[in-house]
Protein backbone atom coordinates (compact mmCIF):
# COMPACT_ATOMS: atom_id res chain seq x y z
CA UNK A 1 0.00 0.00 0.00
CA UNK A 2 1.23 4.07 -0.53
CA UNK A 3 -0.41 6.69 1.07
CA UNK A 4 -0.71 10.06 -0.58
CA UNK A 5 -2.34 13.33 1.14
CA UNK A 6 -4.31 15.77 -0.96
CA UNK A 7 -3.47 19.54 -0.88
CA UNK A 8 -4.56 22.61 -2.31
CA UNK A 9 -6.86 25.85 -1.97
CA UNK A 10 -10.84 25.55 -0.55
CA UNK A 11 -13.08 24.52 -3.31
CA UNK A 12 -10.23 23.54 -5.94
CA UNK A 13 -11.64 19.69 -6.14
CA UNK A 14 -9.93 17.70 -3.74
CA UNK A 15 -12.66 15.80 -2.55
CA UNK A 16 -14.57 15.58 -5.86
CA UNK A 17 -10.72 14.29 -7.36
CA UNK A 18 -10.32 11.56 -4.36
CA UNK A 19 -14.34 10.18 -5.20
CA UNK A 20 -13.93 10.35 -8.91
CA UNK A 21 -10.40 8.31 -8.69
CA UNK A 22 -11.76 5.70 -6.26
CA UNK A 23 -15.39 5.50 -6.37
CA UNK A 24 -15.24 6.53 -2.30
CA UNK A 25 -16.78 9.58 0.20
CA UNK A 26 -14.10 11.08 1.51
CA UNK A 27 -16.37 13.36 3.41
CA UNK A 28 -17.44 11.87 6.55
CA UNK A 29 -20.01 14.19 8.28
CA UNK A 30 -22.94 15.38 7.13
CA UNK A 31 -22.04 18.72 7.47
CA UNK A 32 -19.52 18.14 4.81
CA UNK A 33 -21.62 16.87 2.25
CA UNK A 34 -24.34 19.65 3.55
CA UNK A 35 -21.85 21.95 2.73
CA UNK A 36 -19.47 21.22 -0.11
CA UNK A 37 -16.60 21.94 2.01
CA UNK A 38 -14.53 19.40 3.50
CA UNK A 39 -14.07 20.01 7.73
CA UNK A 40 -12.03 17.12 8.91
CA UNK A 41 -9.68 14.66 7.40
CA UNK A 42 -11.16 12.26 5.07
CA UNK A 43 -10.15 8.71 3.77
CA UNK A 44 -10.35 6.43 0.86
CA UNK A 45 -8.49 4.29 -1.59
CA UNK A 46 -8.13 2.54 -4.62
CA UNK A 47 -5.96 0.38 -7.03
CA UNK A 48 -4.07 1.19 -9.88
CA UNK A 49 -3.42 -0.16 -12.97
CA UNK A 50 -0.10 -2.14 -12.00
CA UNK A 51 -1.91 -3.09 -9.32
CA UNK A 52 -0.65 -1.28 -6.31
CA UNK A 53 -2.88 0.41 -3.98
CA UNK A 54 -2.93 4.02 -2.95
CA UNK A 55 -5.33 5.03 -0.32
CA UNK A 56 -6.06 8.75 0.08
CA UNK A 57 -5.64 11.36 2.83
CA UNK A 58 -8.33 14.24 1.96
CA UNK A 59 -7.55 17.03 3.95
CA UNK A 60 -9.49 20.36 4.10
CA UNK A 61 -8.58 23.37 2.02
CA UNK A 62 -9.97 26.66 4.18
CA UNK A 63 -7.52 28.38 6.10
CA UNK A 64 -9.72 27.39 9.34
CA UNK A 65 -8.97 24.28 8.87
CA UNK A 66 -5.11 24.06 8.57
CA UNK A 67 -4.22 22.45 11.16
CA UNK A 68 -6.64 19.44 10.74
CA UNK A 69 -4.83 19.51 7.18
CA UNK A 70 -1.57 19.11 8.84
CA UNK A 71 -2.44 16.64 10.75
CA UNK A 72 -2.78 14.77 7.69
CA UNK A 73 -0.56 15.21 5.61
CA UNK A 74 2.70 15.31 8.09
CA UNK A 75 2.98 11.71 8.49
CA UNK A 76 2.56 11.17 4.66
CA UNK A 77 5.67 10.66 2.50
CA UNK A 78 3.60 11.77 -1.10
CA UNK A 79 1.12 14.74 -2.17
CA UNK A 80 -1.05 15.33 -4.86
CA UNK A 81 -1.26 18.97 -5.07
CA UNK A 82 -4.79 20.26 -6.66
CA UNK A 83 -5.21 23.54 -8.31
CA UNK A 84 -8.63 24.34 -10.69
CA UNK A 85 -8.07 25.63 -13.98
CA UNK A 86 -10.72 28.32 -13.91
CA UNK A 87 -8.97 29.55 -10.73
CA UNK A 88 -4.86 29.27 -10.79
CA UNK A 89 -2.90 29.83 -7.60
CA UNK A 90 -4.65 30.55 -4.53
CA UNK A 91 -3.75 31.89 -1.23
CA UNK A 92 -4.04 28.40 0.49
CA UNK A 93 -2.16 26.66 -2.73
CA UNK A 94 0.41 28.50 -1.39
CA UNK A 95 0.17 27.80 2.12
CA UNK A 96 -0.14 24.35 1.77
CA UNK A 97 2.86 24.46 -0.74
CA UNK A 98 4.48 26.24 2.33
CA UNK A 99 3.86 23.30 4.51
CA UNK A 100 4.68 20.49 1.93
CA UNK A 101 8.12 22.41 2.13
CA UNK A 102 8.29 23.20 6.01
CA UNK A 103 8.19 18.95 6.13
CA UNK A 104 10.30 18.20 4.01
CA UNK A 105 7.89 16.25 1.23
CA UNK A 106 9.80 15.37 -1.48
CA UNK A 107 7.08 13.04 -3.48
CA UNK A 108 4.19 14.71 -5.55
CA UNK A 109 2.45 15.40 -8.08
CA UNK A 110 0.76 18.11 -9.50
CA UNK A 111 -3.42 17.79 -10.54
CA UNK A 112 -4.68 20.98 -12.57
CA UNK A 113 -8.61 20.23 -11.98
CA UNK A 114 -11.82 21.63 -13.76
CA UNK A 115 -10.11 20.91 -16.81
CA UNK A 116 -13.22 21.40 -18.52
CA UNK A 117 -13.74 25.14 -17.60
CA UNK A 118 -10.75 26.40 -18.62
CA UNK A 119 -7.57 26.11 -20.21
CA UNK A 120 -5.22 24.03 -17.39
CA UNK A 121 -1.61 25.58 -19.36
CA UNK A 122 -1.74 29.08 -17.40
CA UNK A 123 -2.24 27.32 -14.27
CA UNK A 124 -0.11 24.61 -14.70
CA UNK A 125 2.80 26.77 -15.45
CA UNK A 126 2.47 29.34 -12.01
CA UNK A 127 2.02 25.75 -10.14
CA UNK A 128 5.22 24.26 -11.19
CA UNK A 129 7.01 27.61 -10.70
CA UNK A 130 6.09 28.20 -7.35
CA UNK A 131 6.55 24.36 -6.62
CA UNK A 132 9.67 23.73 -8.44
CA UNK A 133 11.41 26.00 -5.86
CA UNK A 134 10.50 23.91 -2.91
CA UNK A 135 11.18 20.43 -1.20
CA UNK A 136 9.44 18.93 -3.91
CA UNK A 137 11.42 20.11 -6.92
CA UNK A 138 10.58 19.29 -10.57
CA UNK A 139 6.65 17.60 -10.74
CA UNK A 140 4.78 15.59 -13.31
CA UNK A 141 1.82 17.48 -13.91
CA UNK A 142 -1.60 16.35 -15.06
CA UNK A 143 -4.91 17.92 -15.99
CA UNK A 144 -8.53 16.41 -15.32
CA UNK A 145 -12.03 17.13 -15.05
CA UNK A 146 -13.90 14.89 -12.48
CA UNK A 147 -17.21 16.26 -14.06
CA UNK A 148 -16.48 14.57 -17.55
CA UNK A 149 -14.05 12.11 -16.60
CA UNK A 150 -11.40 13.50 -18.68
CA UNK A 151 -7.47 13.12 -17.56
CA UNK A 152 -8.57 10.58 -14.82
CA UNK A 153 -6.46 7.40 -16.80
CA UNK A 154 -3.19 9.69 -17.10
CA UNK A 155 -3.71 10.39 -13.35
CA UNK A 156 -3.96 6.41 -12.27
CA UNK A 157 -0.88 5.95 -14.73
CA UNK A 158 1.08 9.02 -13.48
CA UNK A 159 0.06 8.15 -9.50
CA UNK A 160 1.80 4.83 -10.80
CA UNK A 161 5.00 6.13 -11.51
CA UNK A 162 4.91 8.65 -8.65
CA UNK A 163 4.42 5.14 -5.66
CA UNK A 164 6.95 3.34 -7.68
CA UNK A 165 9.40 6.54 -7.07
CA UNK A 166 8.63 6.45 -3.26
CA UNK A 167 11.38 5.32 -0.54
CA UNK A 168 11.02 1.35 0.56
CA UNK A 169 9.88 1.77 4.03
CA UNK A 170 11.85 0.34 6.90
CA UNK A 171 9.58 -2.25 7.90
CA UNK A 172 11.62 -3.75 10.43
CA UNK A 173 12.34 0.13 12.57
CA UNK A 174 10.72 0.88 15.48
CA UNK A 175 6.65 2.40 15.69
CA UNK A 176 5.85 5.09 16.13
CA UNK A 177 1.97 5.63 14.62
CA UNK A 178 0.34 9.31 14.72
CA UNK A 179 -3.20 8.99 15.47
CA UNK A 180 -5.33 11.26 13.32
CA UNK A 181 -8.61 9.51 14.58
CA UNK A 182 -10.58 7.76 17.52
CA UNK A 183 -13.87 6.56 18.04
CA UNK A 184 -15.53 4.02 19.50
CA UNK A 185 -17.13 0.48 18.19
CA UNK A 186 -19.77 -0.79 20.01
CA UNK A 187 -18.36 -4.45 21.66
CA UNK A 188 -14.89 -3.63 20.12
CA UNK A 189 -13.89 -0.70 22.23
CA UNK A 190 -11.25 2.16 20.95
CA UNK A 191 -10.27 2.37 17.58
CA UNK A 192 -7.33 4.68 16.63
CA UNK A 193 -6.30 5.17 13.08
CA UNK A 194 -3.06 6.67 11.33
CA UNK A 195 -0.61 6.34 8.55
CA UNK A 196 2.26 4.00 9.62
CA UNK A 197 5.59 5.39 7.69
CA UNK A 198 7.59 2.65 9.20
CA UNK A 199 7.63 -0.98 11.55
CA UNK A 200 4.84 -3.17 11.24
CA UNK A 201 1.61 -3.93 13.72
CA UNK A 202 0.63 -7.41 14.78
CA UNK A 203 -2.37 -8.59 16.66
CA UNK A 204 -1.32 -8.51 20.58
CA UNK A 205 1.45 -6.45 19.91
CA UNK A 206 2.01 -4.43 23.51
CA UNK A 207 2.68 -0.85 22.91
CA UNK A 208 3.19 2.56 24.73
CA UNK A 209 0.77 4.98 23.96
CA UNK A 210 1.37 8.81 24.73
CA UNK A 211 -0.39 10.32 27.84
CA UNK A 212 -1.15 6.68 29.22
CA UNK A 213 1.45 5.26 32.24
CA UNK A 214 0.79 1.66 31.32
CA UNK A 215 1.28 -0.86 28.40
CA UNK A 216 -1.54 -0.84 25.56
CA UNK A 217 -2.27 -4.04 23.73
CA UNK A 218 -3.88 -4.66 20.06
CA UNK A 219 -6.51 -5.95 20.32
CA UNK A 220 -6.80 -6.08 16.59
CA UNK A 221 -6.00 -4.46 13.02
CA UNK A 222 -7.48 -3.33 10.07
CA UNK A 223 -5.86 -1.75 6.70
CA UNK A 224 -8.33 -0.36 4.32
CA UNK A 225 -11.47 -1.74 5.99
CA UNK A 226 -9.81 -5.84 5.94
CA UNK A 227 -8.89 -7.39 9.25
CA UNK A 228 -5.56 -7.91 9.44
CA UNK A 229 -3.37 -10.07 11.48
CA UNK A 230 -0.17 -7.73 10.74
CA UNK A 231 0.09 -4.78 9.16
CA UNK A 232 3.50 -3.64 7.50
CA UNK A 233 4.45 0.12 6.08
CA UNK A 234 3.39 2.29 4.71
CA UNK A 235 -0.08 2.21 5.57
CA UNK A 236 -3.64 3.01 6.69
CA UNK A 237 -4.02 1.20 9.33
CA UNK A 238 -6.75 0.93 12.17
CA UNK A 239 -5.77 -0.05 15.57
CA UNK A 240 -8.63 -1.50 17.98
CA UNK A 241 -6.72 -1.04 21.50
CA UNK A 242 -7.46 -3.19 24.50
CA UNK A 243 -8.57 -1.57 28.11
CA UNK A 244 -8.25 2.01 26.78
CA UNK A 245 -10.88 4.64 26.96
CA UNK A 246 -11.79 6.86 24.00
CA UNK A 247 -10.95 9.81 26.24
CA UNK A 248 -7.62 9.16 27.09
CA UNK A 249 -6.80 9.29 23.21
CA UNK A 250 -6.61 12.71 21.28
CA UNK A 251 -5.45 13.25 17.76
CA UNK A 252 -1.89 13.81 17.78
CA UNK A 253 -1.29 11.12 20.55
CA UNK A 254 1.01 8.36 19.49
CA UNK A 255 1.54 4.38 19.41
CA UNK A 256 4.58 3.86 20.02
CA UNK A 257 7.45 0.45 20.37
CA UNK A 258 8.50 0.17 24.12
CA UNK A 259 11.39 1.63 25.03
CA UNK A 260 12.35 2.90 21.59
CA UNK A 261 11.37 6.83 22.00
CA UNK A 262 12.04 9.77 23.77
CA UNK A 263 9.38 11.89 25.24
CA UNK A 264 10.60 15.21 25.35
CA UNK A 265 9.58 19.07 25.84
CA UNK A 266 12.73 20.46 25.02
CA UNK A 267 14.48 20.24 21.50
CA UNK A 268 17.18 22.07 19.67
CA UNK A 269 16.44 22.57 16.23
CA UNK A 270 17.63 24.24 12.83
CA UNK A 271 14.84 26.65 11.13
CA UNK A 272 14.01 26.26 7.42
CA UNK A 273 12.24 29.56 6.41
CA UNK A 274 12.22 32.97 8.39
CA UNK A 275 15.37 34.09 10.16
CA UNK A 276 15.10 33.15 13.94
CA UNK A 277 15.25 36.31 15.27
CA UNK A 278 12.24 37.52 13.34
CA UNK A 279 10.21 34.61 15.10
CA UNK A 280 7.47 35.17 17.15
CA UNK A 281 8.35 34.23 20.98
CA UNK A 282 5.62 32.02 20.87
CA UNK A 283 4.03 29.64 17.99
CA UNK A 284 2.84 26.16 17.24
CA UNK A 285 4.74 23.36 16.65
CA UNK A 286 3.46 20.90 14.38
CA UNK A 287 5.14 17.09 13.52
CA UNK A 288 3.29 13.69 12.80
CA UNK A 289 -0.60 14.31 13.91
CA UNK A 290 0.63 16.81 16.77
CA UNK A 291 0.31 20.00 17.19
CA UNK A 292 1.43 21.64 20.34
CA UNK A 293 2.56 25.51 21.60
CA UNK A 294 5.98 26.16 21.73
CA UNK A 295 8.39 29.17 23.16
CA UNK A 296 11.30 30.41 21.04
CA UNK A 297 14.56 31.00 22.01
CA UNK A 298 17.22 32.05 19.17
CA UNK A 299 20.56 30.37 19.41
CA UNK A 300 22.32 30.97 15.99
CA UNK A 301 20.69 32.69 13.09
CA UNK A 302 19.45 29.48 11.93
CA UNK A 303 18.92 27.57 15.17
CA UNK A 304 16.83 27.99 17.91
CA UNK A 305 15.82 25.88 21.59
CA UNK A 306 11.62 25.21 21.30
CA UNK A 307 9.97 24.55 24.92
CA UNK A 308 7.28 22.52 24.01
CA UNK A 309 3.74 23.31 25.76
CA UNK A 310 3.88 18.98 26.17
CA UNK A 311 6.16 16.50 25.50
CA UNK A 312 6.73 14.60 22.07
CA UNK A 313 8.28 11.64 21.21
CA UNK A 314 10.60 13.00 18.99
CA UNK A 315 13.96 11.84 17.36
CA UNK A 316 17.13 13.44 15.93
CA UNK A 317 16.62 14.22 12.14
CA UNK A 318 12.51 14.76 12.34
CA UNK A 319 11.16 17.38 10.29
CA UNK A 320 8.42 19.15 11.71
CA UNK A 321 6.31 23.00 10.72
CA UNK A 322 6.06 26.26 12.90
CA UNK A 323 2.88 28.39 11.97
CA UNK A 324 1.77 31.23 13.47
CA UNK A 325 -2.11 30.09 14.10
CA UNK A 326 -2.90 34.04 14.89
CA UNK A 327 -1.67 35.36 11.43
CA UNK A 328 -2.31 32.20 9.78
CA UNK A 329 0.99 31.50 7.84
CA UNK A 330 3.48 29.33 8.26
CA UNK A 331 6.43 30.72 9.85
CA UNK A 332 9.46 27.60 8.18
CA UNK A 333 9.76 24.08 9.09
CA UNK A 334 12.54 22.54 11.44
CA UNK A 335 14.74 19.64 11.82
CA UNK A 336 15.33 18.42 14.93
CA UNK A 337 18.61 18.50 16.08
CA UNK A 338 18.79 17.23 19.65
CA UNK A 339 16.09 15.99 21.62
CA UNK A 340 18.03 15.82 24.92
CA UNK A 341 19.97 19.61 25.10
CA UNK A 342 22.40 21.00 27.42
CA UNK A 343 21.67 23.38 30.02
CA UNK A 344 22.23 26.79 28.91
CA UNK A 345 23.00 28.48 32.30
CA UNK A 346 26.84 29.09 32.39
CA UNK A 347 28.62 32.26 31.10
CA UNK A 348 28.67 32.01 27.37
CA UNK A 349 26.88 28.79 26.72
CA UNK A 350 24.24 30.13 24.37
CA UNK A 351 27.05 31.33 22.23
CA UNK A 352 29.27 27.47 22.61
CA UNK A 353 25.92 25.98 21.64
CA UNK A 354 25.20 27.98 18.49
CA UNK A 355 28.73 26.92 17.00
CA UNK A 356 27.75 23.49 18.15
CA UNK A 357 24.93 23.31 16.59
CA UNK A 358 26.16 24.83 13.30
CA UNK A 359 27.96 21.98 12.47
CA UNK A 360 24.97 19.58 12.87
CA UNK A 361 22.47 18.63 10.26
CA UNK A 362 20.13 16.30 11.88
CA UNK A 363 21.63 12.79 10.78
CA UNK A 364 21.88 10.82 13.71
CA UNK A 365 25.48 10.49 14.23
CA UNK A 366 27.20 7.71 16.88
CA UNK A 367 30.48 9.23 17.00
CA UNK A 368 29.05 13.33 16.95
CA UNK A 369 26.71 12.14 19.90
CA UNK A 370 29.46 10.94 21.85
CA UNK A 371 31.36 13.90 20.95
CA UNK A 372 29.26 15.96 22.21
CA UNK A 373 27.92 13.69 25.05
CA UNK A 374 30.95 12.01 26.07
CA UNK A 375 29.22 9.27 28.04
CA UNK A 376 25.73 8.00 27.11
CA UNK A 377 23.39 5.07 27.49
CA UNK A 378 23.45 3.17 24.45
CA UNK A 379 19.14 2.15 25.26
CA UNK A 380 19.26 6.35 25.68
CA UNK A 381 20.64 6.87 21.83
CA UNK A 382 18.85 4.45 20.32
CA UNK A 383 16.02 6.51 21.47
CA UNK A 384 17.07 9.34 20.25
CA UNK A 385 17.20 7.81 16.83
CA UNK A 386 20.82 6.93 17.09
CA UNK A 387 22.02 4.18 15.92
CA UNK A 388 24.56 2.20 18.02
CA UNK A 389 25.65 -0.70 16.22
CA UNK A 390 29.45 -1.48 16.02
CA UNK A 391 30.49 0.21 19.12
CA UNK A 392 31.80 -1.71 22.19
CA UNK A 393 30.18 -0.63 25.80
CA UNK A 394 32.74 0.53 27.97
CA UNK A 395 30.07 -0.69 30.45
CA UNK A 396 27.09 -2.44 30.65
CA UNK A 397 24.55 -0.55 28.61
CA UNK A 398 27.45 2.63 28.55
CA UNK A 399 29.01 3.89 25.53
CA UNK A 400 31.69 6.58 25.47
CA UNK A 401 33.63 8.71 23.39
CA UNK A 402 37.15 7.55 23.10
CA UNK A 403 39.20 10.85 23.94
CA UNK A 404 36.97 11.22 26.86
CA UNK A 405 37.51 7.59 28.34
CA UNK A 406 41.29 8.01 28.18
CA UNK A 407 41.11 11.54 29.84
CA UNK A 408 38.89 9.59 32.50
CA UNK A 409 41.66 6.54 33.07
CA UNK A 410 44.20 9.48 33.85
CA UNK A 411 42.39 11.40 36.26
CA UNK A 412 41.11 7.90 38.04
CA UNK A 413 44.58 7.22 37.98
CA UNK A 414 45.84 10.95 39.56
CA UNK A 415 42.82 11.00 42.10
CA UNK A 416 44.07 7.31 43.41
CA UNK A 417 47.47 8.80 43.75
CA UNK A 418 46.45 11.45 45.24
CA UNK A 419 43.99 10.12 47.96
CA UNK A 420 46.97 7.55 49.04
CA UNK A 421 49.41 10.17 49.44
CA UNK A 422 47.13 12.56 51.78
CA UNK A 423 45.25 8.86 53.68
CA UNK A 424 48.31 6.57 53.59
CA UNK A 425 46.85 4.24 56.46
CA UNK A 426 43.22 3.20 53.99
CA UNK A 427 43.38 1.10 51.65
CA UNK A 428 42.92 2.81 48.25
CA UNK A 429 39.96 5.56 47.41
CA UNK A 430 36.27 4.06 48.32
CA UNK A 431 35.03 3.83 44.47
CA UNK A 432 31.31 6.14 45.35
CA UNK A 433 34.02 8.76 45.90
CA UNK A 434 35.74 8.24 42.80
CA UNK A 435 32.34 7.84 41.01
CA UNK A 436 31.91 11.79 42.59
CA UNK A 437 35.15 13.26 41.77
CA UNK A 438 34.97 12.10 38.24
CA UNK A 439 31.19 12.89 37.96
CA UNK A 440 30.45 9.65 36.61
CA UNK A 441 26.59 9.03 36.71
CA UNK A 442 27.47 4.78 37.38
CA UNK A 443 29.13 3.02 39.39
CA UNK A 444 29.78 0.22 37.21
CA UNK A 445 31.74 3.20 35.19
CA UNK A 446 34.49 3.72 37.44
CA UNK A 447 34.76 -0.01 37.73
CA UNK A 448 35.41 -0.38 33.86
CA UNK A 449 37.76 2.41 34.15
CA UNK A 450 40.32 0.68 36.16
CA UNK A 451 43.15 -1.46 35.00
CA UNK A 452 46.39 -2.19 35.54
CA UNK A 453 48.03 -1.25 38.14
CA UNK A 454 44.89 -0.71 39.62
CA UNK A 455 42.89 -2.60 41.57
CA UNK A 456 39.40 -2.84 42.44
CA UNK A 457 39.06 -4.94 45.99
CA UNK A 458 36.38 -4.18 48.29
CA UNK A 459 34.92 -1.28 46.98
CA UNK A 460 37.76 0.52 47.08
CA UNK A 461 40.23 1.41 44.45
CA UNK A 462 44.42 1.25 44.86
CA UNK A 463 47.78 1.30 42.70
CA UNK A 464 48.85 -1.53 45.07
CA UNK A 465 47.82 -5.14 43.68
CA UNK A 466 47.19 -6.86 47.03
CA UNK A 467 45.24 -3.06 47.37
CA UNK A 468 47.17 -3.13 50.92
CA UNK A 469 49.17 0.79 51.36
CA UNK A 470 52.74 -0.35 52.10
CA UNK A 471 52.82 2.10 55.00
CA UNK A 472 49.91 0.11 56.88
CA UNK A 473 51.76 -3.29 56.69
CA UNK A 474 55.33 -1.88 58.30
CA UNK A 475 53.13 -0.33 60.97
CA UNK A 476 51.22 -3.94 61.51
CA UNK A 477 54.71 -5.51 61.13
CA UNK A 478 56.07 -3.78 63.98
CA UNK A 479 53.56 -3.93 65.96
CA UNK A 480 53.86 -7.95 66.19
CA UNK A 481 57.56 -8.06 65.66
CA UNK A 482 58.42 -7.69 69.71
CA UNK A 483 55.85 -11.23 70.00
CA UNK A 484 58.61 -13.47 69.71
CA UNK A 485 56.45 -15.28 66.67
CA UNK A 486 54.23 -16.30 69.50
CA UNK A 487 50.99 -16.33 66.79
CA UNK A 488 48.25 -15.95 69.72
CA UNK A 489 49.89 -12.90 71.40
CA UNK A 490 48.35 -9.49 70.52
CA UNK A 491 50.37 -5.94 71.00
CA UNK A 492 50.28 -4.38 73.84
CA UNK A 493 47.44 -0.98 73.75
CA UNK A 494 50.80 1.35 74.79
CA UNK A 495 52.54 -0.15 71.54
CA UNK A 496 49.63 0.22 69.31
CA UNK A 497 49.89 3.81 70.47
CA UNK A 498 53.53 4.17 70.06
CA UNK A 499 53.38 3.04 66.61
CA UNK A 500 49.80 5.32 65.77
CA UNK A 501 47.84 2.68 65.24
CA UNK A 502 45.19 4.32 66.64
CA UNK A 503 41.21 3.05 66.14
CA UNK A 504 40.90 4.18 62.85
CA UNK A 505 44.21 2.65 61.78
CA UNK A 506 43.19 -0.73 63.02
CA UNK A 507 40.06 -0.78 60.95
CA UNK A 508 41.69 0.41 58.09
CA UNK A 509 44.41 -2.87 58.68
CA UNK A 510 41.04 -4.87 59.48
CA UNK A 511 39.54 -3.92 56.42
CA UNK A 512 42.53 -4.85 54.43
CA UNK A 513 42.75 -7.79 56.14
CA UNK A 514 45.72 -7.83 57.52
CA UNK A 515 44.72 -8.33 60.70
CA UNK A 516 41.42 -9.34 63.03
CA UNK A 517 40.03 -7.06 66.02
CA UNK A 518 39.17 -9.25 68.72
CA UNK A 519 38.71 -6.90 71.14
CA UNK A 520 39.08 -2.86 71.49
CA UNK A 521 43.05 -2.56 70.93
CA UNK A 522 43.19 -6.28 70.52
CA UNK A 523 44.23 -7.54 67.56
CA UNK A 524 45.54 -10.60 66.01
CA UNK A 525 47.25 -11.76 62.52
CA UNK A 526 45.07 -12.16 60.23
CA UNK A 527 43.75 -16.00 60.04
CA UNK A 528 44.64 -16.63 63.38
CA UNK A 529 41.23 -17.40 65.28
CA UNK A 530 40.97 -19.93 62.57
CA UNK A 531 44.63 -21.53 63.47
CA UNK A 532 43.39 -21.02 67.12
CA UNK A 533 40.56 -23.49 66.27
CA UNK A 534 42.72 -26.21 65.06
CA UNK A 535 45.02 -26.15 68.64
CA UNK A 536 41.93 -26.27 70.51
CA UNK A 537 40.88 -29.23 68.80
CA UNK A 538 43.57 -31.07 69.77
CA UNK A 539 42.62 -30.38 73.70
CA UNK A 540 40.52 -32.72 75.99
CA UNK A 541 36.84 -31.87 75.39
CA UNK A 542 35.64 -30.08 76.99
CA UNK A 543 38.09 -27.51 77.66
CA UNK A 544 38.65 -24.80 79.91
CA UNK A 545 39.67 -20.76 79.23
CA UNK A 546 42.74 -21.73 81.71
CA UNK A 547 43.30 -24.50 79.36
CA UNK A 548 43.00 -22.81 76.31
CA UNK A 549 44.82 -20.03 77.00
CA UNK A 550 47.98 -22.53 78.05
CA UNK A 551 47.63 -24.31 74.31
CA UNK A 552 47.41 -21.22 72.79
CA UNK A 553 50.56 -19.42 74.86
CA UNK A 554 48.57 -16.31 75.15
CA UNK A 555 47.27 -13.90 77.99
CA UNK A 556 43.88 -14.03 79.26
CA UNK A 557 43.22 -10.15 77.80
CA UNK A 558 43.49 -12.26 74.18
CA UNK A 559 42.29 -15.77 75.46
CA UNK A 560 38.84 -14.68 76.83
CA UNK A 561 37.47 -12.43 73.74
CA UNK A 562 39.32 -14.74 71.42
CA UNK A 563 37.13 -17.41 72.60
CA UNK A 564 33.74 -15.51 72.23
CA UNK A 565 35.31 -14.44 68.82
CA UNK A 566 34.90 -18.47 68.05
CA UNK A 567 31.56 -18.66 70.19
CA UNK A 568 30.10 -16.01 67.80
CA UNK A 569 31.27 -17.84 64.60
CA UNK A 570 30.19 -21.05 65.74
CA UNK A 571 33.46 -22.62 65.91
CA UNK A 572 33.13 -23.23 69.80
CA UNK A 573 29.99 -23.53 72.38
CA UNK A 574 30.32 -22.26 75.87
CA UNK A 575 28.78 -25.10 78.36
CA UNK A 576 26.92 -24.44 81.44
CA UNK A 577 29.55 -24.82 84.14
CA UNK A 578 31.71 -22.33 81.66
CA UNK A 579 33.85 -25.06 79.85
CA UNK A 580 33.56 -25.00 76.11
CA UNK A 581 33.54 -27.59 73.29
CA UNK A 582 34.57 -27.47 69.10
CA UNK A 583 31.25 -27.46 67.60
CA UNK A 584 32.37 -30.18 65.38
CA UNK A 585 32.35 -32.41 68.54
CA UNK A 586 29.42 -31.21 70.64
CA UNK A 587 26.79 -33.54 70.93
Known sequence: ??????????????????????????????????????????????????????????????????????????????????????????????????????????????????????????????????????????????????????????????????????????????????????????????????????????????????????????????????????????????????????????????????????????????????????????????????????????????????????????????????????????AGGVTVLDVAPPGLSRRGAVAARATQLSGMDGTPDLAGELRRRLLARRADLAAMGVPGAGRAEVAAGWLADPRHWARLRERLAEEVTEYAREHPLEPGIPTEALRHLLGLPDRALVDALVGAPLTVRGGRVTAGASGVPPELVALVDAAFADLDGRPYAAPEAHRLAELGLGTRQLAAAARAELVVLVADQVILRAGAPERAAGVLARLPQPFTLSAARQALDTTRRVAVPLLQLLDSRGVTRRLPDDRRVLAATAG
Do not use: C
Open 1 to 330: MHVVATAGHVDHGKSTLVRALTGMEPDRWAEERRRGMTIDLGFAWTALPSGATVAFVDVPGHERFVPNMLAGAGPVPAALLVVAADEGWMPQSAEHLAALDALGVRHGLLVVTRADLADPEPATVRARAEIGATSLGAVEAVAVSAVTGAGLDDLRAALDRLVARLPEPDRDAPVRLWIDRSFTIKGAGTVVTGTLGAGRLRTGDELELTGIPRPVRVRGLQALGVPADEVGAVARVAVNLRGVERAAVARGSALLSPGRFRATDLIDVRVHGEPVADLPATLMLHTGAAAVPVRVRPLGTDTARLRLGSALPLRIGDRALLRDSGRRYV
